[in-house]
């Protein structure tokens, strides 16, 4: 049982590139985030998905996309990469409304230079 | 508008006391807190909860205070040790529904040998 895990775990992009960060869970949890952590911040929510093909917006979505085939994976798509896109991004996932406690994936530091 | 709360970016506290961290919220739907533990390069560890229903979850060297009146909760850790200096995240959510968490900014605790 891996949990959840994210790839890759640094990466540097310059400005107008794109990518997408990689997230996926084997515990079959119906709830998946992704957030960003900025230096001295807390998390702020990016997108979550609470079912394959159910997807919403959290916090700060501006530049970002997600899509969600599976229940097992949700991955995070920059378009167009902006130096204020430079952070941590941690995925995360729920068991369901009742289940509060989240389970997070070691992180992807991203660089846009 | 911050939701939740954590007033202190930093506390010291020296091996064996008591460390306390606070966190308040501004949102009188949230009945559900939790807090989360953060070691450097890796995500997030849940470490506590508790719901509204309660005033007082002890779990080991840790426990978690709720006073509703005041929209406040702290965290008790006793007696601290070196292993405990992480970044600690208070989170809340609304006990039902699809509502995601809503993290505070986190406090850094070091503890001293």
């Known amino acids: 049982n891996a949990g959840v895990t994210q790839t890759p775990k640094f990466r540097i992009l310059k400005i107008g590139q794109s990518m997408t960060l990689q997230c996926a869970q084997d515990?079959?949890?119906?709830?998946m985030y992704w957030y960003r952590q900025d230096p001295g911040m807390g998390l702020k929510l990016i997108y979550y998905s609470v079912g394959a093909g159910i997807t919403d917006k959290g916090e700060v979505p501006n530049g970002y996309n997600v899509s969600r085939s599976t229940t097992e994976d949700f991955p995070l798509r920059l378009e167009l990469a902006a130096p204020s896109q430079t952070s941590v991004y941690f995925c995360?996932?729920?068991?369901?409304?009742?289940?509060?406690?989240?389970?997070f994936g070691p992180g992807t530091r991203l660089t846009v230079l | 508008d911050q939701q939740v709360k954590q007033n202190s970016p930093s506390l010291s506290v020296q091996e064996g006391r008591i460390s306390i961290l606070n966190c308040d919220y501004t949102n009188s739907m949230f009945d559900y807190f939790l807090w989360y533990k953060k070691y450097p390069a890796e995500g997030p560890t849940f470490l506590i909860s508790?719901?509204?229903?309660?005033d007082k979850n002890e779990d080991g060297r840790f426990t978690v205070f709720l006073n509703k009146s005041a929209k406040h909760l702290s965290l008790h850790i006793v007696p601290s040790q070196p292993g405990d200096s992480a970044v600690y995240f208070c989170?809340?959510?609304?006990?039902?529904?699809?509502?995601?968490?809503?993290f505070g900014k986190g406090t850094r605790l070091s503890v001293i040998a």
């Open positions: 989170a809340a959510s609304p006990n039902s529904g699809n509502t995601p968490l809503v």
């Open positions: 515990m079959n949890h119906n709830y």
């Open positions: 995360a996932s729920q068991g369901g409304p009742s289940y509060n406690e989240q389970f």
């Open positions: 508790i719901s509204s229903i309660k």
